[in-house]
């Protein structure tokens, strides 16, 4: 598995296909954080939800770097879920390097102030800690909905893009209204929202929160394992 891993990884970084998701992290980042400081669960919150598209992105693109005649001869020697569990995991690793970084990023810009004198916002430290959640959230359903629009699903690029987009602006669309049934995407805008005054939100919001966002991408990876199966 170790090794599946290290050869997804190994192709997406040696490619030069990492390159374009890179310079889009740091785009958005640098908008993020160019306006000026904000508390650390605000900022974080929208970090992690503006990042959702690009992080999706970087799952598909690292996905569809092996050639599929080399994802079935893999799929053949050491079997399709092992295979198909090595390229989510490389996917995963690749975000959370993303996420590390982005959570760095608002400290070299000067983006992060304390909490001020009754406000009641949360610290410094509850913040970075929420901002974590946010950004693990963000990055399990980006992976989930970059898996459903890669080339072992979706077979051809033209509808790999378009599930791509198609689902990120349904995140924050769908995200930012209230008439229509919230499940359908993952509670990336929610969290943001959640995080934006600064104030730690309550205990079972971040539990209805964490939850939402794992049955979502759950249900979105088993889609995926059998439309894989299905199509491979």
């Not at 996420?99 to 410094?124: D, K, N, Q, T, Y």
């Not at 378009?162 to 769908?174: E, M, R, W």
């Amino acid at each position: 598995m170790i090794a599946l891993v290290r050869m997804r990884l190994a192709g997406f970084l040696r490619g030069g296909r990492a390159l374009a998701p890179l310079i889009a992290v740091l785009v958005v980042l640098g908008v993020l954080y160019g306006g000026g400081a904000s508390p650390a669960g605000a900022a974080y919150g929208y970090s992690a939800a503006a990042l959702f598209p690009v992080l999706a992105w970087l799952a598909k693109v690292l996905l569809d770097t092996e050639p599929d005649v080399q994802r079935r001869l893999v799929r053949l020697a050491v079997g399709p879920v092992r295979e198909g569990v090595a390229g989510l995991l490389a996917a995963v690793l690749a975000g959370a390097v993303v996420c590390a970084a982005a959570m760095l990023a608002p400290w070299l810009f000067h983006g992060i102030r304390g909490p001020e004198a009754g406000s009641g916002e949360s610290s410094i430290g509850a913040g970075v800690l929420l901002g974590v959640q946010a950004h693990l959230l963000s990055l399990i359903a980006a992976v989930a909905l970059g898996a459903l629009s890669g080339r072992a699903v979706t077979r051809r690029v033209l509808p790999g893009v378009a599930t791509l987009i198609t689902g990120s602006i349904l995140v924050i669309v769908l995200g930012l209204s209230s008439s229509i049934v919230p499940w359908l995407v993952p509670p990336v805008m929610a969290m943001a929202r959640a995080l934006n005054s600064g104030v730690s939100p309550a205990a079972s919001t971040l539990a209805q929160l964490t939850a939402w966002a794992l049955a979502w991408s759950a249900v979105a990876l088993a889609a995926y394992g059998t439309l894989r199966r299905n199509r491979s």
